[in-house]
């Protein structure tokens, strides 16, 4: 009898560690159990961008092609499901290739001595602040947001910060709230400034350009801007927005508009799908 109940009480201890481990290796949260643990399993997620929106997309077209197919006509009804489901498929190829759970890593485009100062404008959860940060020695990232849960679900400083935690850059990354419209900064603040798929979200050319001519502001003299963005013109862009690419820019566009803004030195690349437009200030 002592034997068994002393067997039951080892196998409930065993399994209440192993709860509490899952629990803290899901939550990203530091423990009294099995910590270290829980730093070698945890792992960032940089967010689902515009989420809601491609999903309300999706389920208006399939929603309204079930009732077209209804009431009106079947086959324009079938073609407009397809259209909404082709929308779903192609959201979940896109952030495959964002590969969300992976800091992004601009090495291949923008070398980095390690003490610059750093800003990425529109960071959200600090996917191109942390790859930034962990090219730094002396340096230090700066990532500015609105924080828009819209755009990215879950979207604040603190889950930008916890990111930074798991990917042990804590001490060369900092978080506040700032827009690209009127960056926070004083003029020639820093040697780089990053976006990625930020100033394609403003509504038109004036509001884009007075963007870029705020970066250009806040960057030194001979600092250089990256700038990722989806392209209307490369499959990438098809495959993602499908009847919505109207929606984003060429790559001929961008190119007028950053010289409109005073950019000089264009060096243009691919990363991740994305076109990769590297520019400099004038010194």
């Not at 800003?119 to 020695?137: F, S």
């Amino acid at each position: 009898m002592t034997e068994t109940t002393t067997s039951n009480a080892l196998l409930i201890g065993c399994l209440t560690k192993l709860e509490n481990i899952r629990f803290i290796s899901l939550s990203g949260k530091e423990g009294s159990v099995q910590t270290s643990y829980t730093n070698d399993s945890a792992k960032p997620h940089y967010g689902y961008y515009a989420f809601y929106i491609f999903m309300t997309m999706a389920a208006l077209l399939v929603v309204i092609g079930i009732l077209v197919a209804i009431f009106v006509w079947w086959l324009a009804g079938y073609i407009m499901i397809g259209l909404g489901l082709l929308m779903t498929l192609s959201y979940g190829i896109s952030m495959k290739m964002a590969r969300q759970t992976e800091h992004s890593d601009p090495s291949k485009i923008l070398e980095l001595k390690g003490d610059e100062e750093v800003l990425d404008v529109g960071c959200g959860l600090g996917k191109m602040t942390v790859g930034v940060a962990k090219r730094l020695k002396t340096g230090k990232a700066i990532g500015i947001d609105i924080w828009d849960k819209t755009e990215i679900p879950g979207n604040s400083p603190e889950r930008a910060y916890a990111n930074a935690k798991i990917e042990g850059v804590s001490d060369r990354v900092e978080f506040r709230t700032g827009n690209v419209l009127s960056i926070p900064f004083p003029d020639n603040s820093f040697d780089v400034v990053t976006s990625s798929s930020v100033i394609n979200n403003l509504h038109n050319d004036p509001d884009r350009l007075k963007a870029l001519r705020e970066i250009f502001r806040v960057l030194r003299p001979g600092g250089r801007f990256l700038m990722l963005e989806p392209l209307r013109d490369s499959w990438e862009g098809i495959v993602t927005f499908g009847l919505f690419v109207f929606l984003i820019l060429s790559k001929d566009r961008w190119i007028r508009l950053l010289a409109k803004a005073g950019f000089v030195s264009l060096r243009y690349d691919r990363f991740h799908g994305m076109g990769a437009f590297l520019v400099g200030k004038p010194s």
